[in-house]
């Protein structure tokens, strides 16, 4: 298992702010990783790898040459990537099943990407063309994926809700953690 943790539209200092990410390094005990999102100030990917698949490119957010305005972060395993690789002749640049999202994604959109995946996982994907966030999960809710939103923008995602519950916002002083549910397409 992996631990992922991201926070976008983040008003409060993101060093500090990622101190609670640390709480769910049990979750993947052979690396850590934070990473800024690229013209964007407020937004931080984190990442505790437990390494199962490529060691070398396994990191995250997975990020590949063919599309730079896509960030990754995800848990779990795509049972069938193999397949829909060959099926659409995608040429992955890792070894990592999830690499799928991105192709898939970048192929139909999230709708179809998530109709497509079989395994257990949780995803969040940002997409920096477009501004948009997408979280995942699989429908059976194997790998838990927590989530904390206020109406002014601000999102944090964690795989356990405990990676949540001290973050801070200037424009919220309670910020409400819950899990989020994946809906059926």
Not at 155 to 179: D, Q, R, W, Y
Request: one cysteine or more; proline letters at 3%; glycine letters at 8%.
């Amino acid at each position: 298992m992996c631990g992922i943790w991201a926070l976008f539209g983040s008003n409060d200092c993101l060093s500090v702010q990622c101190l609670s990410a640390m709480k769910i390094a049990h979750r993947g005990l052979d690396a850590f990783h934070f990473e800024n999102v690229n013209g964007y100030t407020n937004c931080c990917f984190g990442f505790h790898r437990l390494a199962v698949v490529d060691q070398l490119f396994g990191m995250q957010p997975i990020r590949v040459k063919k599309y730079p305005y896509l960030w990754l972060c995800y848990n779990g395993e795509i049972y069938n990537h193999k397949k829909l690789q060959h099926h659409f002749e995608f040429e992955y640049q890792t070894k990592v099943d999830g690499e799928i999202i991105l192709h898939l994604y970048d192929k139909g959109g999230m709708e179809q990407t998530v109709c497509m995946l079989d395994g257990v996982f949780a995803f969040i994907l940002l997409d920096t063309d477009n501004k948009k966030v997408f979280l995942g999960r699989d429908t059976y809710g194997v790998r838990p994926l927590f989530k904390a939103m206020t109406e002014d923008g601000f999102l944090a995602v964690c795989s356990e809700a405990k990676g949540l519950v001290n973050l801070k916002h200037s424009m919220t002083p309670f910020i409400k953690v819950e899990p989020f549910f994946a809906r059926t397409l």
